[in-house]
C-alpha cells in the first residue's frame, strides 16, 4: 500500500542539527513531491517546505529559510529533511507527506518523528 | 501571504448532531482549499480538496462547500470517532498556510 514511513524520535541539544527521512512506498516516488509539516507540542500545523522528486527543485517556507534543507534519493525512494542551528522552539513532531507540487493538497502522511530540543 | 482562519475554535457537540465548520481566507483562494482531520497522537489526513473533492476512502457525511474567501466543512451526523481537530489550508498562492484548527469536541 501507499505510505510514508519516517525515522526515529531524536532528541538534540540547543546549536546542533537534526535529519529526518521519510522512505516512501507503493506508489511512483517521483510522481509525485514531498512536503513538510512540523506542530510543536499542543500547536497548529505549520508547512516547512515542499522538494519535488523529479528534478529537486525546493521551495521552502520563509522562516527556515537559511536554515533547512530538503533533499531526496530516488534510488532509495527517500526524502530528508535537515534542520540547523536547532532551539528550544523547534521542539515538535516533524512529518512528511505526499504532494505533486507545493500547490497540492497532501494526501499521505508518514507517522511523524518527534524532535526534542533540550539541554 | 494569505491568513487562513477558523471559527469556532471548539465546537461541542453530540453524536448524531450536524457540525458546521468555517474557514476564512484574507483574500481569494479560488478553490484551492483542503480540510484535514487530525486525531490525538496521530497524522492528519486529507478529508476534502478542490473546496469540496471528498479524498478517498471518506465517507460521504463529509462534505466542503464555499469558494474565494468563505468555506465550510460539514459532517452531516457527528459519529464517536469524527471528534477531532480539523484544518483548513489553502493552496492558491504561496505558501500553502494551515488555518489554526477547530477542535470538535463531545458535548
Known amino acids: 500500500q501507499v505510505q510514508l514511513v519516517q525515522s526515529g524520535a531524536e532528541v538534540k541539544k540547543p546549536g546542533a542539527s537534526v535529519k529526518v527521512s521519510c522512505k516512501a512506498s507503493?506508489?511512483?516516488?517521483?510522481?509525485?513531491?514531498i512536503s513538510w509539516v512540523r506542530q510543536a507540542p499542543g500547536q497548529g500545523l505549520e508547512w516547512m517546505g515542499w522538494?519535488?522528486?523529479?528534478?529537486?527543485?525546493?521551495n521552502y517556507a520563509q522562516k527556515f529559510q537559511g536554515r533547512v534543507t530538503m533533499t531526496t534519493d530516488t534510488s532509495t525512494t527517500t526524502a530528508y529533511m535537515e534542520l540547523r542551528r536547532l532551539r528550544s522552539d523547534d521542539t515538535a513532531v516533524y512529518y512528511c507527506a505526499r504532494a505533486g507540487g507545493w500547490d497540492d493538497a497532501f494526501d499521505i502522511w508518514g507517522q511523524g518523528t518527534m524532535v526534542t530540543v533540550s539541554s | 501571504e494569505i491568513v487562513m482562519t477558523q471559527s469556532p475554535a471548539t465546537l461541542s457537540a453530540s453524536p448524531g448532531e450536524r457540525a458546521t465548520l468555517s474557514c476564512r481566507a484574507s483574500?481569494?483562494?479560488?478553490?484551492?482549499l483542503a480540510w484535514y482531520q487530525q486525531k490525538p497522537g496521530q497524522a492528519p489526513r486529507l478529508l476534502i480538496y478542490g473546496a469540496s473533492t471528498r479524498a478517498t476512502g471518506i465517507p460521504a457525511r463529509f462534505s466542503g462547500s464555499g469558494s474565494g474567501t468563505e468555506f465550510t466543512l460539514t459532517i452531516s451526523s457527528l459519529q464517536s470517532e469524527d471528534f477531532a481537530v480539523y484544518y483548513c489550508?489553502?493552496?492558491?498562492?504561496?505558501?500553502?498556510?494551515f488555518g489554526p484548527g477547530t477542535k470538535v469536541d463531545i458535548k
Open positions: 483574500q481569494s483562494v479560488s478553490s484551492n
Open positions: 507503493g506508489y511512483i516516488f517521483t510522481s509525485y513531491g
Open positions: 522538494i519535488s522528486t523529479y528534478n529537486v527543485n525546493t
Open positions: 489550508q489553502q493552496f492558491n498562492d504561496w505558501p500553502p498556510l
